[in-house]
């Protein structure tokens, strides 16, 4: 089972970015999806996640309205489109699968699988 980020990179504030979460070895539309971030000195956080039955996402209070979370089940890939963003988005971004317990998207233990994340920085 593996998982891997992509699509990071530096983008000046107001920008978008699309990150993705390449799945293999296991159908991730069978799982919850949940994209993290870990901001330098801080713990990490969760961002937004999908849920594998009916697609149900979930956002975190500051992405909202800004970031979309989605599924390409022909792809095995989940995305995390990110716009207007703000330094304050600046951060590694990991996705995480939870295969078991459901609760993955409010218990970072939950979370079975990591990618090893990718590098999303915001600055002018």
């Known amino acids: 089972v593996q998982l891997v980020e992509s699509g990071g990179g530096l983008v000046q504030p107001g920008g978008s970015l699309r990150l993705s979460c390449a799945a293999s070895?296991?159908?991730?539309?069978?799982?919850?999806i949940n994209w993290f971030r870990q901001a330098p000195g801080k713990e990490r956080e969760v961002v937004a996640c999908?849920?594998?039955?009916?697609?149900?996402?979930h956002y975190t209070d500051s992405v909202k309205g800004r970031f979309a979370i989605s599924r390409d089940n022909a792809k095995n890939t989940v995305y995390l489109q990110m716009s207007s963003l703000r330094p304050g988005d600046t951060a590694v971004y990991y996705c995480?699968?939870?295969?078991?317990?459901?609760?993955?998207?409010?218990?970072?233990?939950?979370?079975?699988?990591w990618g090893q994340g990718t590098q999303v920085t915001v600055s002018s």
């Open positions: 070895g296991f159908t991730s539309e069978d799982y919850a």
């Open positions: 999908i849920k594998p039955s009916d697609g149900t996402t």
């Open positions: 995480a699968a939870d295969t078991y317990s459901g609760y993955g998207c409010y218990d970072i233990t939950a979370n079975d699988y």
